[in-house]
C-alpha cells in the first residue's frame, strides 16, 4: 500500500521510485515507467511451487494467506501455474492481519475437515508463525500433512524466534537463492562490524536478502547517476527534478552490475527471475534439499555440466523429513470429514440393552438407537473440533454370529464405522482401526454368597484396631498415675497403703468409661485433666459401641465357590455370555469343558442360571467381561452375589471402530478423553447403572483406627503433662531449703529421698485438709479415767473444760465397764 502510495508520486513528479522491499505483483499493474522494483516479484516462485507439487503428485493444494495486497497478489498466478501441472485449488483460506488466536483456529478446524492435507502459506513471518502454533496445538502438524512456506517467510527466517521451530518441524520453505562471493563475505563483515558499533545492544542481527537488494539497488542509482550527471561538478537541481527523471529512468534500464545479491539488473522495471533454494525445518535450523532453477527445474546442485532439460522428480532432492517425522512421502489427502455424512453400524442386542438399544417406533417411522454407548458416542463427536455428520445403521445378528461380523462390515466398506459395546481385541486390530477405550474393561467372576450363621467369639474386639487398643490401655493407667500425683498429698481417698494407692487410681482411671467412680477429686488440675478425659472416654465409647453395633448387625456372608480349580474337580457350570471371546478364554485357558457352559443372553436369563444352580442345570459362576457383571451387581443387590478372586485376564476394554487409517480416529479418540475427564461420564454412568452397591452390603465393617482418635488423644496427653508439670514444679518450689540447704554431712541422694517422704506426707497447707481439721474439732470425745465417765468438750478458741457426769448415762452398763 506504500508502495502504490509512493508510486503515484513519482509518476506527477516524473523522479523514478525505487522499492527494494514491495514484492507484490500487482504493483506491476499500474504500468508506471518509473517504478523500479528491486526485488524479486512474488510471482516468479509461483512456478518453483508448482514444479514441488507435480514432483510428489498431490493434486490439491490449498493456499493459506493474509488478506492484504501482500497476500492476494500471488493467488492469480498461483492458480495459473497449478493448473497447468494439473492440479488445483479447491479452497482459499484467507486470514485478516489483525487475526486472533481463536479466528485462525475456527479457520484451521475448517481446513481438518477437508480432504486435502497441502497447504502453501503466504504471509509474513509473525502472522505466519501464529498460524502454524496453532496448527500444531489441533494436531495439524502430524503425519500425512504437507505445509510449504513461500519466499514471504523464508526469506525472513532470522525473524522468527527460535522457540516457533518447534511448530514448523517438517516444513518446506523457498527462499531467493544468493551465491556465495568473496565481496559478499567482505561486505557482511564490514556491515556487522558497523551495526554492532550504532547498535551495541543487538548482537545476532544478520542481514538478509532485502538488505542485499538495497545496497544493490542503491549502488545502481549511484551508477546511473554518474552516467547521467558525470563524477565532476556534480549538482542536482530539485526545480529541474522533471528533466532530470527520464534520464534516470534510461540510465537505470541499462545498469548492469554483478552485485551482493548476485546479477543485478532491470528489465521493464523488475529484477529478473532468480534461483530458489528449497528448504527443510528440522530440529532447530533448516535442511537445504535442494534448488529450482527456470531452465532445469528441481536440481539437487547448481552444477548444470550434466543437465540438459527441465526436471521434476522429487529424486533430484535430498531427503525430507515430512510433519509427524514420517520418512514416507504424505500422499495429500485423506478420506473427506465434510459433504457426506458417516454410515455408523449398531448392533441389535436382544440383552444387556443398557449398552445398546435398537427400538422401531411405528408412530414416527423411525429408529430410535440408546444406551451407554449410543450417549457416550453422541458426546464425543459433539465435543470433536470440526463437524462430523454420521446416521446410525441397525445391524442385526443371527444366532450363531458375534460381533466379528461388525468389523467384517467395516473392512469391506458397507459402514464408516462401528458404534456399541465392541471389545477392543489384538486380532480385530489387525484389521480395523479402534479409539481410545471408552470403558476400561477385563474379565471379572461372579459368585453368589450364603449368610455365615456363626459368630466370631472374639468379635467384640474387632471395632477398635491393635493400636487403638494398646493407647487406650496406655491412656487409662497414664491417667490413673496422673490422678494419683495429683491428688495423694491433698486427697484422703488416695492415701494408705500402696496396693491401696494403686487400686483406688487404677478403679477411678477404669471407671470413668461407665462414669461411675466414687472418688472425688479436689485439686483443680485434677479436675481439668477429669474433665478432658472424660470427653475422650466418652466419644471412644460411643464410637466403640456403634462400630460394634454394626457388626453384629450386618450379616456375615460366605461365598459359595472359592476356587476355580475346585469347579473344574467337581464338574459344576460356568456362565459365559452369548456371542462373547470369553467363552475362548473359559475353554482355553480355564480348562472349561464346552458341556460345562451355559450361555446366557441377559441379566435376567444370568439371574435365572444363579438362581437354579449347577445342580439343577445351571451354574455355580459367571465369567464375563466387567461392565457387564458391574450392571449385573448392580441390579441384583438383594440375592447377594459378590466378585471371586481370580486368574486376572485384561482386555483393551470397549472402543469405536473405524477403517484402518481413517484419519477420524486420532480427533474421536482425543474427543473421548476429554469427555473421560469431564463430569458428563459420570453422568452417563449414573444414567445406566443406578450406581448400585452390592459390595458394601457383604462386607465387613473396618475396625476404627488410631489415626481416628489421635486428636482426642494429644489433647489429653498434653492436659495430663501440663497439670504434673504444675503439680511438680510447685512441690519442687516448696522444698527448695531441702534440696538446696548447705548441710555439708547431707549427700544429694539423702536430700533426694526426704523431698521424696514429704512428698508421700499430707499437705497440712491444703484448703482441703485444713478444712477436714476444723470440722474434727467440732466433735466431742468420751473418755473414762480411772472413775465415772467423763466428758471433755473443747470448744474452738476456748480452754478444755472437765466436768464430772454426776447422772448415769441411759444405755451404758457401768458395773461392766472396764478401764478399756
Known amino acids: 500500500m506504500q508502495a502504490s502510495f509512493i508510486i503515484d508520486l513519482g509518476n506527477k513528479s516524473q523522479i523514478p521510485i525505487i522499492s527494494f522491499s514491495a514484492t507484490s505483483p500487482d504493483l506491476t499493474s499500474f504500468r508506471s515507467p518509473y517504478f523500479f522494483q528491486a526485488t524479486i516479484n512474488d510471482s516468479s516462485q509461483v512456478k518453483a511451487i508448482s514444479a514441488i507439487v507435480q514432483a510428489f503428485g498431490w493434486r490439491e493444494v490449498v493456499p493459506i494467506y ?27 483460506s484467507v486470514i485478516t492481519p489483525g487475526a486472533t488466536n481463536e479466528e485462525i483456529e ?20 509473525d502472522l505466519g508463525s501464529r498460524v502454524f502454533h496453532r496448527a500444531k496445538e489441533i494436531g495439524m502438524m502430524g503425519e500425512g500433512y504437507v505445509w510449504i512456506i513461500t519466499n514471504g517467510m523464508t526469506n525472513l527466517w532470522s525473524l522468527i524466534d527460535l522457540s516457533d521451530m518447534d511448530f514448523m518441524q517438517g516444513v518446506l520453505g523457498l527462499r531467493n537463492y544468493v551465491p556465495r562471493s568473496k565481496e559478499l563475505k567482505r561486505f557482511q563483515k564490514r556491515w556487522k562490524r558497523k551495526f554492532l558499533h550504532d547498535n551495541p545492544g543487538m548482537l545476532n542481527a544478520e542481514l538478509d536478502i532485502f538488505g542485499l537488494w538495497a545496497y544493490d539497488a542503491t549502488f545502481a542509482l549511484a551508477m546511473a547517476v554518474e552516467e547521467v550527471f ?18 534516470l529512468i534510461q540510465a537505470l534500464s541499462r545498469t548492469r552490475l554483478k552485485g551482493l545479491s548476485g546479477d543485478f539488473g532491470f528489465i521493464n522495471g523488475q529484477l529478473r527471475s532468480s534461483i530458489f533454494q528449497i528448504v527443510n525445518f528440522n530440529g532447530n535450523g533448516e535442511n537445504r534439499v535442494g534448488f529450482w532453477t527456470p531452465n532445469y527445474g528441481l536440481v539437487k546442485s547448481l552444477n548444470f ?10 529424486t533430484n532432492l535430498g531427503s525430507i523429513i515430512w510433519p509427524g517425522d514420517p520418512q514416507s512421502t504424505p500422499k495429500g489427502w485423506e478420506i473427506p470429514m465434510s459433504g457426506q455424512r458417516l454410515k455408523i453400524g449398531v448392533p441389535m442386542r436382544t440383552g444387556f440393552t443398557e449398552f445398546i438399544k435398537v427400538t422401531f417406533d411405528q408412530s414416527t417411522n423411525s429408529t430410535i438407537f440408546s444406551g451407554y454407548c449410543i450417549d457416550v458416542f453422541n458426546d464425543v463427536m459433539k465435543g470433536m473440533p470440526y463437524h462430523v455428520p454420521f446416521d446410525f445403521y441397525p445391524i442385526k445378528f443371527e444366532e450363531d454370529e458375534d460381533y466379528n461380523k461388525l468389523i467384517d462390515l467395516v473392512v469391506y466398506g458397507n459402514y464408516d464405522a462401528a458404534v456399541g459395546d465392541i471389545s477392543i481385541l489384538a486380532n480385530r486390530s489387525l484389521y480395523v482401526e479402534f479409539t481410545l477405550p471408552f470403558i476400561q474393561a477385563g474379565v471379572m467372576i461372579v459368585v453368589p454368597v450364603r449368610d455365615n450363621e456363626t459368630k466370631n467369639a472374639w468379635v467384640f474386639l474387632k471395632p477398635l484396631s491393635l493400636d487403638l487398643w494398646i493407647a487406650s490401655i496406655c491412656f487409662f493407667v497414664f491417667m490413673a498415675f496422673v490422678i494419683w500425683v495429683l491428688e495423694h498429698r491433698i486427697n484422703e481417698d488416695f492415701r494408705g497403703p500402696p496396693l491401696y494407692h494403686v487400686g483406688t487410681s487404677f478403679w477411678f482411671s477404669f471407671s470413668t468409661m461407665v462414669f461411675t467412680q466414687r472418688e472425688r477429686v479436689l485439686s483443680n488440675p485434677a479436675r481439668i485433666v477429669v474433665v478432658i478425659w472424660c470427653i475422650v472416654v466418652f466419644i471412644l465409647t460411643q464410637s466403640y459401641a456403634a462400630s460394634l453395633t454394626s457388626l453384629l448387625t450386618v450379616e456375615q456372608l460366605q461365598l459359595t465357590v472359592s476356587d476355580i480349580n475346585e469347579m473344574l474337580r467337581k464338574g459344576e457350570n460356568v456362565g459365559c455370555q452369548n456371542g462373547s471371546f470369553v467363552q475362548e478364554i473359559v475353554q482355553d485357558y480355564l480348562k472349561f469343558d464346552p458341556s460345562q457352559m451355559k450361555i446366557y443372553n441377559s441379566i435376567e436369563d444370568l439371574n435365572q442360571l444363579f438362581t437354579k444352580g449347577s445342580a439343577n442345570g445351571g451354574i455355580s459362576v459367571a465369567i464375563d467381561e466387567i461392565p457387564y457383571m458391574q450392571l449385573f451387581l448392580a441390579q441384583h443387590c438383594k440375592e447377594k452375589y459378590t466378585t471371586l478372586t481370580g486368574p486376572n485376564f485384561k482386555t483393551g476394554g470397549f472402543g469405536f471402530v473405524f477403517p484402518k487409517g481413517s484419519p477420524l480416529v486420532a480427533d474421536v479418540s482425543t474427543s473421548i478423553l476429554k469427555v473421560i475427564e469431564s463430569n458428563r461420564m459420570w453422568m452417563i454412568d449414573e444414567k445406566v447403572q443406578k450406581q448400585g452397591n452390592c459390595a458394601s452390603d457383604s462386607s465387613s465393617t473396618n475396625g476404627l483406627s488410631l489415626r481416628s482418635f489421635r486428636g482426642l488423644f494429644l489433647i489429653a496427653g498434653v492436659t495430663g503433662v501440663l ?27 539423702k536430700r533426694i529421698l526426704q523431698v521424696l517422704r514429704n512428698f508421700d506426707q499430707r499437705d497440712l497447707t491444703s484448703h482441703t485438709l485444713r478444712q477436714r481439721e476444723l470440722r474434727d474439732e467440732d466433735c466431742i470425745e468420751i473418755v473414762q479415767i480411772g472413775g465415772p465417765l467423763e466428758i471433755l468438750a473443747e470448744a474452738p478458741g476456748e480452754a478444755s473444760v472437765e466436768a464430772p457426769i454426776e447422772a448415769p448415762i441411759e444405755g451404758v452398763d457401768h458395773a461392766n465397764t472396764n478401764n478399756s
Open 305 to 314: 555440466t550434466n543437465l540438459t532439460r527441465y526436471s521434476i522428480s522429487k
Open 66 to 92: 493474509v488478506d492484504n495486497d501482500f497476500g492476494k497478489g500471488i493467488i492469480p498466478y498461483l492458480y495459473e501455474a497449478l493448473e497447468k501441472v494439473d492440479a488445483r485449488i479447491p479452497y482459499k
Open 230 to 247: 558525470g563524477t565532476t561538478n556534480f549538482h542536482f537541481d530539485a526545480s529541474n527534478a522533471s528533466q532530470n527523471g527520464p534520464k
Open 106 to 125: 475456527i479457520e484451521l478446524y475448517k481446513l481438518r475437515t477437508m480432504q486435502t492435507r497441502v497447504f502453501i502459506v503466504h504471509m509474513a513471518p
Open 723 to 749: 497439670a504434673l508439670i504444675y503439680s511438680v514444679a510447685k512441690f519442687l518450689y516448696e522444698q527448695r531449703d531441702v534440696l538446696c540447704k548447705r548441710d555439708i554431712g547431707i549427700s544429694m541422694w
